[in-house]
């Protein structure tokens, strides 16, 4: 070894060196995958068509150049409602989860007996399996006739029912409408299940990130804000909040990342019956179309990166600082 | 402005006794410490008279109410609290001008009082910044300001210096008395530093394991204090007890009726020939601090002890030297009672 060796494999070079396998790796692992979708995005590729064959094999005399993504912008009916069914469901999952964690968080941050099983069992939903949580809230829970909904709800009826005949109130009850349970399989409420089951699966999530967080709280800023006779709310408002930005913020993001690819739950709610979000889509697309369902896939890339940016640009200051 | 009144006041953490039965009554406009070691109960008391703890026995007055069931807030009290404990998310400015506005106070008059506040402490310049971008004193200056602008008739801190740096922290304890000089208003002041309590009190309350040892002025507890405990609490280095195969016979001669211990403050030994002296003793290691020195010396009875002198020349180590000290200096102690006869 001398001096001029050393220049060369100065002390950047070797480390770089030692580096590039990992890194040509992970550029290859995000690459490749990315390419063939947009490569399939801009061809004719579909998996099955008996008067057009040449179409089932990837190639690039099937150029169709924006065709796919015209296709799917203006021709495929469900694309616009997948995109706003994507968003209302994250947002509306985000807003319940860190509403209801943040209350749960907060009550059980104080010292009662049996503190450690109520934890552990509030933390219990977050290790059921997706699809799993699914069969059980739609069948067991949500059921218009054998769930928890459809007896509950029966329960009600019969109650009233049998009420109309007693003296001097039977009339008041009379005038009562049978109640019929909710369908959580309909076109308009699917959704809605989903966004259920999914609150009520990730709301553990927030609780255990925000409670860590509350634990770090400083109790003396809590006894200054007593003495300068600031209300719970006060507190909650002006420490607690603040105190909680950050972990705000990382359940949020979590979840966008993760519930804009919800999949299994929408599957065995309606599959697909007036609740479609971009994922699902892509799903139904590639079962014959690959070219739209590649077209879709990235204009969902697209989507994710604004509403990323966006979440960035909110949530994500507190994050910096 | 307001006094305070604490009748048997007591606390209890479940079945663990930590303050057992204290009565004390403090003057308005008089700046109080509570000095005791770690543990003592120090904290509690404060946190009881803030309303931050529960009394659990006997009642506490401010001015001429009961304040037992009475809201922290609505005490009159504010507090300076040992980390400062500002909000973190808000400017200096509003976090002095949290307390009124959670009392609805009007903005111009929050305006007025926060900047006066600010101009006393010299943070005026600081008022749009947040904590985090304060240096340890200044964060103290606006904790102290925070506890202003409510203009309290008791002002409560909890060793409010432990968190600074040497220098700062007697440059602080500096503003602290200026601050009481200036707005003539109750203190109470928690700490475990004699000098702190030496320093800056009109009157100190020794405390220990949940007790008063004594009530009284710097002056009196460093001349007259009532018993072992607090004749070694107050002064630094700490004073000496002499038992009798310590003393010469002419110490001896002073131990009469239940007086077994003689205490010497090590600030208070004058050399002497062995002949007159109360104690002979040898030197054994000097510590040296420029103004005076600290010498160890070991008694004929083996025990060692410290003093303090500015004339080093007549300390040799290992040779025998007679040391006596003015008999009004000397006090007798019993070491059963622990209590300071005569
Ligand atoms: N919440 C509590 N439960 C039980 N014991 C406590 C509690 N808070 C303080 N103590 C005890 O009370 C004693 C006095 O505490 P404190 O007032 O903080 O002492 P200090 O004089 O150091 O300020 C200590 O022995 C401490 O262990
Ligand atoms: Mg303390």
Redesign the pocket.
């Known amino acids: 070894m001398n001096a001029g060796m050393a220049t060369i494999m100065g002390n950047r070079t070797l480390p770089r060196l030692l580096q590039t396998p990992a890194v040509v790796l992970l550029l290859a692992w995000m690459l490749v995958p990315l390419s063939m979708t947009l490569f399939f995005s801009f061809i004719r590729y579909v998996l099955n068509n008996l008067r057009k064959p040449e179409w089932t094999t990837p190639s690039i005399d099937n150029w169709r150049g924006w065709g796919n993504y015209e296709y799917v912008l203006y021709k495929a009916k469900d694309f616009w409602f997948a995109v706003e069914n994507s968003l209302i469901i994250v947002g509306s999952i985000i807003v319940f989860t860190v509403v209801l964690g943040l209350a749960i968080a907060v009550l059980i941050n104080r010292t009662f007996p049996g503190r450690g099983i109520v934890r552990v069992l509030l933390i219990s939903p977050f290790f059921i399996m997706p699809a799993v949580n699914a069969v059980l809230w739609i069948n067991m829970i949500l059921d218009p006739v054998l769930g928890l909904n459809g007896l509950a709800i029966g329960g009600i009826n019969n109650m009233v029912a049998s009420l109309t005949n007693a003296p001097l109130v039977g009339w008041f009850f009379a005038l009562w409408p049978v109640i019929e349970p909710i369908s959580f399989r309909g076109t308009e409420t699917s959704a809605i299940a989903v966004i259920i089951m999914v609150t009520w699966q990730w709301t553990p999530f927030a609780v255990l990130i925000f409670m860590t967080s509350l634990q770090s709280e400083d109790q003396q800023q809590k006894e200054a804000a007593i003495l300068d006779g600031a209300s719970a709310w006060s507190q909650f408002c002006n420490l607690t909040l603040p105190h909680l930005a950050r972990p705000i913020a990382i359940v949020v993001m979590i979840q966008a990342i993760f519930h804009l690819s919800l999949y299994a739950e929408i599957e065995i709610v309606s599959r697909g019956n007036g609740n479609k979000n971009l994922p699902y889509l892509i799903g139904e697309f590639a079962s014959n179309n690959i070219g739209a369902a590649s077209a879709t896939g990235i204009l969902a890339v697209i989507l994710a990166n604004i509403v990323a940016i966006f979440l960035l640009r909110i949530v994500g200051k507190n994050l910096m600082d | 402005m307001a006094g305070l009144t604490l009748r048997n006041v007591a606390?209890n953490?479940?079945d663990?006794n930590?303050?057992e039965s204290i009565d004390l009554d403090i003057k308005d406009g008089e700046f109080v410490v509570?000095v005791?070691?770690?543990?003592?109960?120090?904290?509690?008391?404060?946190?009881m008279i803030a309303g931050l703890?529960d009394i659990t026995g006997g009642t506490i007055a401010i001015g001429d109410t009961v304040v037992n069931e009475v809201a922290p807030a609505k005490r009159g009290v504010a507090m300076v609290f040992q980390t400062y404990a500002l909000y973190p998310h808000m400017t200096v400015y509003k976090n002095m001008a949290f307390g009124l506005k959670q009392a609805k106070t009007p903005k111009d008059e929050i305006d007025k009082r926060v900047r006066a506040a600010a101009e006393i402490l010299e943070i005026s310049d600081l008022l749009e910044r947040t904590p985090r971008a304060l240096s340890g004193g200044q964060r103290q200056r606006v904790a102290i300001g925070r506890a202003i602008v409510r203009e309290p008739s008791v002002f409560l801190f909890?060793?409010p210096l432990s968190n600074l740096d040497a220098a700062l922290r007697v440059q602080t304890r500096i503003e602290i008395a200026r601050l009481h000089q200036r707005l003539g208003t109750t203190m109470i002041y928690?700490t475990?530093d004699q000098v702190e309590a030496m320093t800056l009190a009109d009157k100190i309350v020794v405390?220990r394991g949940?007790n008063i040892e004594q009530v009284g002025s710097p002056i009196e507890l460093y001349e007259t204090p009532d018993n072992m405990f607090v004749a070694q609490f107050i002064g630094s280095p700490k004073m000496n007890f002499f038992k009798a195969e310590d003393l010469t016979k002419k110490g001896q001669a002073m131990l009469k009726g239940d007086v077994d211990r003689l205490g010497i403050r090590p600030e208070h030994f004058t050399t002497t020939d062995v002949k007159s002296a109360l104690v002979v003793a040898t030197p054994d290691l000097v510590e040296n601090l420029g103004e005076n020195a600290l010498v160890h010396c070991i008694t004929e009875g083996g025990m060692e002890f410290i003093v303090k002198t500015t004339d080093l020349t007549k300390f040799k180590q290992g040779k025998k030297i007679g040391l006596t000290a003015d008999k009004a200096r000397v006090l007798g102690f019993n070491s059963t009672t622990q209590k300071r006869i005569g």
């Open positions: 606390k953490y479940a663990v930590v303050i509570f005791g070691p770690s543990g003592c109960g120090k904290s509690t008391l404060l946190r703890e909890d060793e928690v475990h405390l949940g």
